[in-house]
Each structure stands twice: as structure tokens, then as C-alpha cells.
């Protein structure tokens, strides 16, 4: 069993930067895949950004240049720093951890809101 626990999430004004933080317990991370996932208000859960265990991202085309994950695996902890925020960005952010062929574990979101 993994348990994932978002931080960082909040208000912030177009233009500005967050940093998200997944911290891990149950299993150690450096082992696997790990992404972030966001959902807006009425629209299905969407890719943001992924991690592989040897270091390897990947990032959704919209985020590419703005967003960084990276992982800190003597914290057992992922991030995502966000830059040069859009009020199209607003959504709940998602960490998410890939044990087999899919994310198999979730947590339980924190909501990032940028303002216009």
C-alpha cells in the first residue's frame, strides 16, 4: 500500500509560481514512474507531467517550458514547480505513482486557482 499527500496548492495571480509537493509513505519511490495529473471544473482528469524512476519527463504539450517535476528520492518526495501560471491552470493537482503498467495509487488532490 502507498499513501501520496499533496501540498502547495493555492491562490495565486496569472503570471506567478507554485510548487507542489507528493510525499510518500508505504513504499520508496525511487523505484518507480511517478506523474501529476490535473482535473478542472466539468472536464476529465488530464496528463500534466511524469517522472520516470531514472530520471526521464515528460510533460503535457501546454505545460512544457513552465512546468518542472522533478524527485527528491531520499525524501521520497515528487514535485512540480509552476511557473508563468495561466488561469487556465486552475484545476485540482493530482500526484500519482506507477507500480505495474498504470498509476495504481492517487492522492487526494490540492487545488491550485490562478487568477486573472
Known amino acids: 500500500q502507498v499513501q501520496l499527500v499533496e501540498s502547495g496548492g493555492g491562490l495565486v495571480q496569472a503570471g506567478g509560481s507554485l510548487r507542489l509537493s507528493c510525499a510518500a509513505s508505504g513504499r520508496t519511490l525511487s523505484r518507480y514512474a511517478m506523474g501529476w495529473f490535473r482535473q478542472a471544473p466539468g472536464k476529465e482528469r488530464e496528463f500534466v507531467a511524469a517522472?520516470?524512476?531514472?530520471?526521464?519527463?515528460n510533460y503535457k504539450d501546454s505545460v512544457r517550458g513552465r512546468f518542472t517535476i522533478s524527485r527528491v528520492n531520499a525524501k521520497n518526495t515528487v514535485y512540480l514547480q509552476m511557473n508563468s501560471l495561466k488561469p487556465e491552470d486552475t484545476a485540482v493537482y493530482y500526484c500519482?505513482?506507477?507500480?505495474?503498467?498504470?498509476?495504481?495509487?492517487w492522492g487526494q488532490g490540492t487545488q491550485v486557482t490562478v487568477s486573472s
Open positions: 500519482a505513482v506507477s507500480i505495474g503498467d498504470t498509476y495504481d495509487y
Open positions: 517522472i520516470s524512476r531514472t530520471g526521464g519527463v
